[in-house]
């Protein structure tokens, strides 16, 4: 799974205003530290993104979502939640995988999850990653959903999210880049799509009303179900070029080998926002910080306030623009 000063110098004068010897010189002792401020950390929570998990609920709410290829050609999101609030239902959520695992560590987060491999499991327990399964503390902070068929029915809610990440005392102290609107003027993109994997086909259209994006799939609009089923607007859309490679070790219980992601250093992105496409390179040179998105001047990339989508895709997956 945000000051006080000495005083001697202070005490000193009042000590002369009132006819007392003020204290002896002595050598200067060190400063003080000042604390620096502290916030909750994030909850980092796996949702599953296989076709019967759909229609996915909650995800609206996320500050940010990275997908990803697990076996099977499948994909699963990591969904990060700053402050999470509320209590609609969030999911369905699933298992671990190693690459959530990069991710959690960067933001110093508090993972949620349902299962994992026996080597993903070690690597949480190896790591000391503060975390919650469906079954941690009596399995409050999960629930399954009767309506819908299992294992796709394991839901939880910010609320709970946000007990979690109370109970495990996790904070953090690094600077998120300010929401901002783009520097400068990109080309124009109002459709893009590509095949994240051979079984995942993607396709987003920008609404300029709303300055948003909407995504597609296989199965059609995504959408939201703690928001009367409505498309998910998504203010911002990532493609990271990553890397990845056969990981050596049983993701389940058929034997599919597990998979993981060259997630550091640096690589190459595209980000689109507003109807526009930027190039950026991406950022994890330090796997203890949050994963950054520089622009050609080597500084953050301005982004907008909103929902953001990371797409971990190959480096030479085409993509489609008009």
């Not at 949702?47 to 500050?63: F, I, W, Y």
Request: glycine content about 8%; hydrophobic content about 35%; charged content about 20%.
């Amino acid at each position: 799974m945000s000051s006080h000063r000495p005083l001697l110098a202070a005490l000193a004068i009042v000590l002369m205003a009132c006819g007392l010897p003020a204290p002896k010189p002595h050598a200067a002792s060190t400063p003080t530290a000042t604390p620096t401020p502290t916030k909750p950390a994030p909850a980092v929570l796996q949702v599953e993104n296989a076709p019967e998990s759909r229609p996915h609920s909650g995800l609206q709410d996320a500050n940010i979502v990275y997908e990803y290829l697990t076996e099977g050609g499948i994909t699963r999101f990591t969904a990060v939640f700053f402050d999470p609030h509320g209590s609609q239902k969030v999911g369905p959520d699933r298992s671990a995988r190693l690459v959530a695992l990069r991710l959690v560590q960067s933001y110093r987060g508090v993972l949620f999850y349902s299962g994992a491999s026996d080597y993903v499991q070690g690597k949480i327990w190896d790591s000391k990653i503060p975390n919650f399964t469906d079954s941690s503390d009596g399995g409050r902070y999960f629930a399954r959903d009767s309506s819908r068929r299992a294992p796709h029915n394991l839901f939880t809610t910010p609320d709970q999210l946000a007990q979690g990440v109370q109970r495990a005392g996790a904070r953090f102290t690094y600077k998120l880049p300010a929401p901002a609107e783009p520097l400068g003027q990109g080309p124009a993109v109002n459709k893009l799509s590509f095949d994240q994997t051979f079984a995942h086909h993607v396709e987003y259209t920008y609404d300029p009303g709303s300055k948003t994006y909407q995504y597609k799939t296989d199965t059609g609009l995504e959408t939201d179900a703690a928001n009367g089923n409505q498309p998910l607007k998504i203010t911002n859309v990532v493609v990271l070029r990553v890397p990845h490679h056969g990981a050596g070790y049983a993701e389940d219980v058929r034997g599919e080998e597990g998979i993981d992601f060259d997630l550091q250093g640096q690589g190459k992105a595209a980000v689109y926002t507003r109807g526009q496409q930027f190039d950026a390179t991406w950022d994890l040179s330090q796997p203890d910080q949050p994963l950054r998105l520089l622009g050609a001047d080597g500084k953050d990339l301005p982004l907008p306030q909103g929902l953001t989508w990371v797409h971990l895709a190959d480096p030479d997956m085409a993509i489609s623009t008009s």
